[in-house]
């Protein structure tokens, strides 16, 4: 395998990138979890289908567009969906989660129509919604790398805010920190790694790599440094374990790597509950 | 002349077509041990969103240490504890100690790390409200009690000047409610915190407080609580809404 990336370009675009996403995506992620954002992943994952399927038709129409790197419009729309569904949260200030089948759907939505227009895509398509090991360009390798130095900017500077939003945002709006300037930003880049993740993991699958492995590290951590740590190292085991299984039996990594952290999960679920049934034997 | 900490001139809000304040003017003065009264709905919580920033009256204004609240930035010298069910998700996976550092995060500033000095900072809050076994603990494990303790003590880090509460002892069983009061009343007494607070808990805090609002969209009665009883049978009614019982105590009355 080693000896496979050391002579294949297109697998150490997919090894680095999926490095790169397999620490940048969990981390984001404890944030989203403990912030019950979840299900705002998933709809910005389905607006990049509509910014990347625009895109593909685009370049296929418009000559001057040919060369055009998809993942440039698919960052674009999951920007502007985490803005449209911060403006819709605050309209519907009631009923805050209607934002998320509004926005998923309009991605679905558009997406299904530059599929319909354009045609001869499906391949290209098939990587983009389930991750590809060999579609990874060296273009692409840098816009995730250029990604993850603003999420990792973004958390290392605002972590204490971060965590005080997370924790109780009607404190951290009380004790006076510029709280909807940090949601926002963090809405912003939670869009961009989504739109870098997908090139792995796929339009479908990417939000579950932000959220999985939190999941798992919050069933043995007790504090959020912890949780925290524990998800990227869960998360850096799937994305590999993942790839490596994906390139040998020629699978789509996306599901791969999802399997994998399904199945610490389910590790670590069988674990807990051994530890506690023994606690409580030795308390008997 | 020191200024008050909080000064209240006139202020009213709607809540869309409903009225929830009527012309409220009332100061706090350092030291004060306040408590807002009122029945459910009578605009005590929004009086408190209201001092702290987080609502904006429709009418009137705030002056906070002396400084119109619009201007005002020392944020970090009110601390704010809310009502525990409202705003904590009960099943964060964080550490006492790294919910009470976060009451540093503003005195920081944006951009900087916490001090080095936070993890004595943190321990010495502890202290003060008791908790100082609680450090290394996960949050979701502790009582409703002992949160409340963590999430004051969050509040204390930051040295506040005053302390303000809005149902505190909400989830809190009620044999700890007294303890409670009981560090609150220490906290004003041995501190010095001004506190302002709004319960129900009338019985109970009764004997700590120093001074009594009887709020109901407009203020009934605003002064030291050894004055209560000279409320009118007809101001209280109007108060609460309806015929309230006035029970003596020995050394102060309350409703």
């Known amino acids: 395998m080693i000896e496979a990336i050391l002579s294949y370009e297109f697998l150490q675009n997919a090894f680095a990138a999926g490095l790169i996403i397999g620490v940048i995506a969990p981390l984001l992620g404890v944030f989203i979890v403990v912030r019950r954002l979840s299900l705002i992943a998933d709809a910005l994952s389905h607006v990049t289908l509509a910014g990347i399927a625009g895109s593909l038709y685009l370049s296929q129409s418009v000559a001057s567009l040919a060369l055009l ?37 309009a991605g679905i939505g558009f997406g299904a129509i530059f599929i319909s227009l354009a045609e001869g895509f499906s391949n290209d398509l098939f990587g983009y919604l389930f991750g590809s090991v060999s579609a990874v360009s060296r273009e692409d390798l840098l816009i995730v790398a250029a990604i993850a130095v603003v999420v990792l900017a973004f958390i290392y500077f605002f972590f204490k805010e971060l965590f005080v939003l997370s924790f109780d945002d009607e404190y951290a709006r009380a004790s006076g920190l510029p709280a909807k300037w940090i949601h926002f930003i963090f809405m912003i880049v939670t869009a961009l790694v989504i739109a870098g993740s997908m090139r792995i993991v796929g ?19 007790k504090s959020f440094k ?34 994998t952290s399904i199945f610490l999960l389910l590790l670590v679920i069988a674990y807990k509950k051994i530890m506690v049934s023994l606690k409580k034997g030795a308390i008997a | 002349m020191v200024a008050p900490l909080i000064d209240i001139k006139d202020i009213s809000f709607e809540y869309e ?25 009578s605009g005590k919580s929004t009086l408190l969103k209201i001092m702290l920033g987080l609502m904006k009256p429709s009418k009137g204004k705030i002056e906070l240490f002396g400084i119109d609240a619009k201007n005002f930035k020392n944020r970090e010298w009110i601390g704010y504890v809310s009502q ?50 609680f450090m290394g603990r996960s949050v ?3 009582s409703g009690g002992q949160q409340q303790r963590i999430f004051i003590a969050r509040a204390l880090v930051a040295k506040p000047k005053i302390l303000i509460l809005d149902e505190p002892t909400v989830g809190v069983d009620h044999q700890n409610v007294q303890a409670f009061y ?56 109007a108060w609460y809404g309806h015929s309230v019982r006035k029970i003596h105590h020995i050394g102060g009355s309350h409703a």
């Open chain 2, 182 to 237: 009981d560090m609150l009343a220490s906290l004003n007494r041995d501190k010095n915190i001004t506190l302002v607070l709004v319960t129900h808990d009338v019985d109970t805090v009764t004997d700590r407080i120093t001074h009594v609002a009887c709020l109901n969209q407009t203020i009934h009665f605003h002064g030291f609580k050894e004055q209560l009883h000279t409320m009118s049978d007809e101001q209280r009614e």
């Open chain 1, 69 to 105: 790197n998809p993942l440039f419009l698919g960052i674009a729309a999951s920007v502007a969906g985490s803005v449209l569904i911060e403006r819709l949260r605050s309209l519907y200030k009631h009923y805050e989660e209607l934002a998320i089948p509004i926005i998923l759907s």
């Open chain 1, 226 to 259: 912890q949780t925290i740590i524990l998800s990227i190292v869960f998360g850096e085991i799937s994305v590999i374990t993942g790839l490596v299984t994906a390139f040998y039996f020629d699978l789509a990594p996306g599901g791969t790597i999802v399997v």
């Open chain 1, 203 to 221: 339009i479908l699958l990417v939000s579950s790599l932000m959220t999985i492995p939190v999941a798992t590290a919050m069933r043995v951590t």
């Open chain 2, 84 to 133: 525990k069910s409202n705003s904590f998700n009960s099943g964060f996976p964080a550490t006492v100690e790294e919910v009470v550092a976060g009451g540093l995060a503003k005195k920081t500033g944006l951009f900087h790390r916490l001090p080095k000095s936070a993890h004595q900072e943190v321990a010495e809050a502890l202290e003060a409200v008791g908790m100082q076994d």
């Open chain 2, 17 to 41: 077509q409903t009225k929830a304040l009527d012309n409220i003017s009332m100061k706090v003065e350092e030291g004060d041990f306040l408590a807002i009264l009122g029945p459910n709905g």
């Open chain 2, 140 to 142: 979701s494990e502790l």
